[in-house]
Antibody, heavy 116, light 113 residues
Framework: QVQLVQSGAEVKKPGSSVKVSCKAS????????ISWVRQAPGQGLEWMGG????????NYAHKFQGRVTISADESTTTAYMELNSLRSEDTAVYYC?????????WGQGTLVTVSS | DIVMTQSPDSLAVSLGERATFNCKSS????????????LAWYQKKPGQPPKLLIY???TRESGVPERFSGSGSGTDFTLTISSLQAEDVAVYYC?????????FGQGTKLEIK
């Protein structure tokens, strides 16, 4: 069973960047994809993008293209999501998930608060 | 992008009664070469990550109670809870993975009547 453990909550200023990590254990990290999904307060689930660590080529939702970078380090079995040019609307809980096309294992979530 | 539209936005059902959620995609998510519908359903409770309930439109995830079932094909899909339990109060989302740009529906909030 795959377990995904995310980094802790962050408070950021508008215009800055945040990098959230997702440490995987169990399974073969490089062979499955990891996606990132966020949920803003009172809003629905929103897919941001994903990566297959073995190939290292990320895939991004149009909305986040140019502002998000998703990466993975096979040596530490950790995936990362970096979001730039933060604004208040980016305040949300960010989740990583194992991407089997559907998302069958999830991290616990990381709250990112963007506030001046 | 494929747009997923769920209905209704909210639903109130009595305990022990049936709850039905609808999900419509802006284009078919049925892949003709394998006859599979690329659609999943999730349950989301406050403070918890989403939980996968159904994938391939009708395959129940391991450990999910049998009262949850999925149906539909092409562009129209349904999630059914056959006999509502108190612990089923949550928001339910559909997700398409036919396109490699995944999209979710806006969610349906389930409450007890």
């Amino acid at each position: 069973q795959v377990q995904l453990v995310q980094s802790g909550a962050e408070v950021k200023k508008p215009g800055s960047s945040v990098k959230v990590s997702c440490k995987a254990s169990g399974g073969t990290f490089s062979s499955y994809a990891i996606s990132w999904v966020r949920q803003a307060p009172g809003q629905g689930l929103e897919w941001m993008g994903g990566i297959i660590p073995m190939f290292g080529i990320p895939n991004y939702a149009h909305k986040f293209q140019g502002r998000v970078t998703i990466s993975a380090d096979e040596s530490t079995t950790t995936a990362y999501m970096e979001l730039n040019s933060l604004r208040s609307e980016d305040t949300a809980v960010y989740y990583c998930a194992r991407d089997s096309r559907y998302f069958d294992n999830w991290g616990q979530g990381t709250l990112v608060t963007v506030s001046s | 992008d494929i747009v997923m539209t769920q209905s209704p936005d909210s639903l109130a059902v009595s305990l022990g009664e049936r709850a039905t959620f609808n999900c419509k995609s802006s284009q078919s998510v049925l892949y003709s070469s394998n006859n599979k519908n690329y659609l999943a359903w999730y349950q989301k409770k406050p403070g918890q990550p989403p939980k996968l309930l159904i994938y391939w439109a009708s395959t129940r995830e391991s450990g999910v109670p049998e009262r949850f079932s999925g149906s539909g094909s092409g562009t129209d899909f349904t999630l059914t809870i056959s006999s509502l339990q108190a612990e089923d109060v949550a928001v339910y989302y559909c997700q398409q993975y036919f396109s490699n740009l995944y999209t979710f529906g806006q969610g349906t909030k389930l409450e007890i009547k």
